[in-house]
């Protein structure tokens, strides 16, 4: 799978739009981004996932250009409970060989007032 | 509806002993993956069961074995702990084995190897 790259940290400040930007530059045909969200001492939580373009939820957007060798986590009028470890990972989307998730370090977002 | 539910919540064991772990999966899910995470650090595979089968290892030793039973819930073995075991073990549940399905992760079983 595609190894992926994204920064250790972020700091920002409640109300503004926070965008964390993954390279992923071995990306394959069949893969799919996805984003999780931790909390300390809890377990990742899914946020948002795409192919290309652009995907949109109630919590957050997902920008991947046409190469799709990054994508970029739009995290819009962030509040103080949006301080996290955000993770990007490049999973297989079909096959019934498994779903393994690969993490790396993540980026750690810190909101301040 | 439960989401996944882990047990114990904390464990605390010496060098040497053995430990079992236990997750039950979201309702209506039939797969379950476990995972390794030490502080700090993100979450590393171990492996994943589905029809009560090992489909996917990552790069543990034999000492990490599990289990999967008919009711699809998941234990988690490891024997001979040594310091380096302690860390946040934690496990995910997802309908079947496509890339594509959401997987739904626990709270964890915060395991210190004193």
């Known amino acids: 799978l595609a190894k992926t790259t994204q920064p250790i940290s972020m700091d920002s400040y409640e109300g503004q739009e926070v965008n964390i930007t993954c390279s992923h530059n071995n990306i394959a045909t069949n893969d799919y981004i996805t984003w999780y969200q931790q909390f300390p001492s809890q377990g990742p939580r899914f946020i948002i996932q795409g192919y290309k373009t652009k995907v949109t939820n109630e919590v957050a957007s997902l920008f991947i250009p046409a190469d799709r060798k990054s994508s970029t986590l739009s995290l819009p009028r962030v509040s103080l409970s949006d301080t996290a470890v955000y993770y990007c990972l490049v999973v297989l989307y079909s096959g019934g060989g498994g779903n393994k998730l690969t993490f790396g370090t993540g980026t750690q977002l810190k909101v301040e007032l | 509806d439960a989401g996944v539910t882990q047990s114990p919540t904390h464990l605390i064991k010496t060098r040497g002993q053995q430990v079992t772990l236990r997750c039950s999966p979201k309702?209506?899910?039939?797969?379950v993956s476990w995972y390794q995470q030490a502080l700090g650090q993100g979450p590393q595979f171990i492996f994943q069961y589905y029809e009560e089968e090992e489909r996917q290892r990552g790069n543990f030793p034999d000492r990490f074995s599990g289990h999967q039973f008919p009711n699809y819930s998941s234990e988690l073995n490891v024997n001979a702990l040594l310091l380096g075991d302690s860390a946040l073990y934690l496990c995910?549940?997802?309908?079947?084995?496509?890339?594509?399905?959401?997987?739904?992760f626990g709270p964890g079983t915060r395991l210190t190897v004193l």
């Open positions: 995910a549940s997802s309908l079947g084995l496509a890339g594509s399905n959401e997987q739904f």
């Open positions: 309702s209506g899910h039939d797969t």
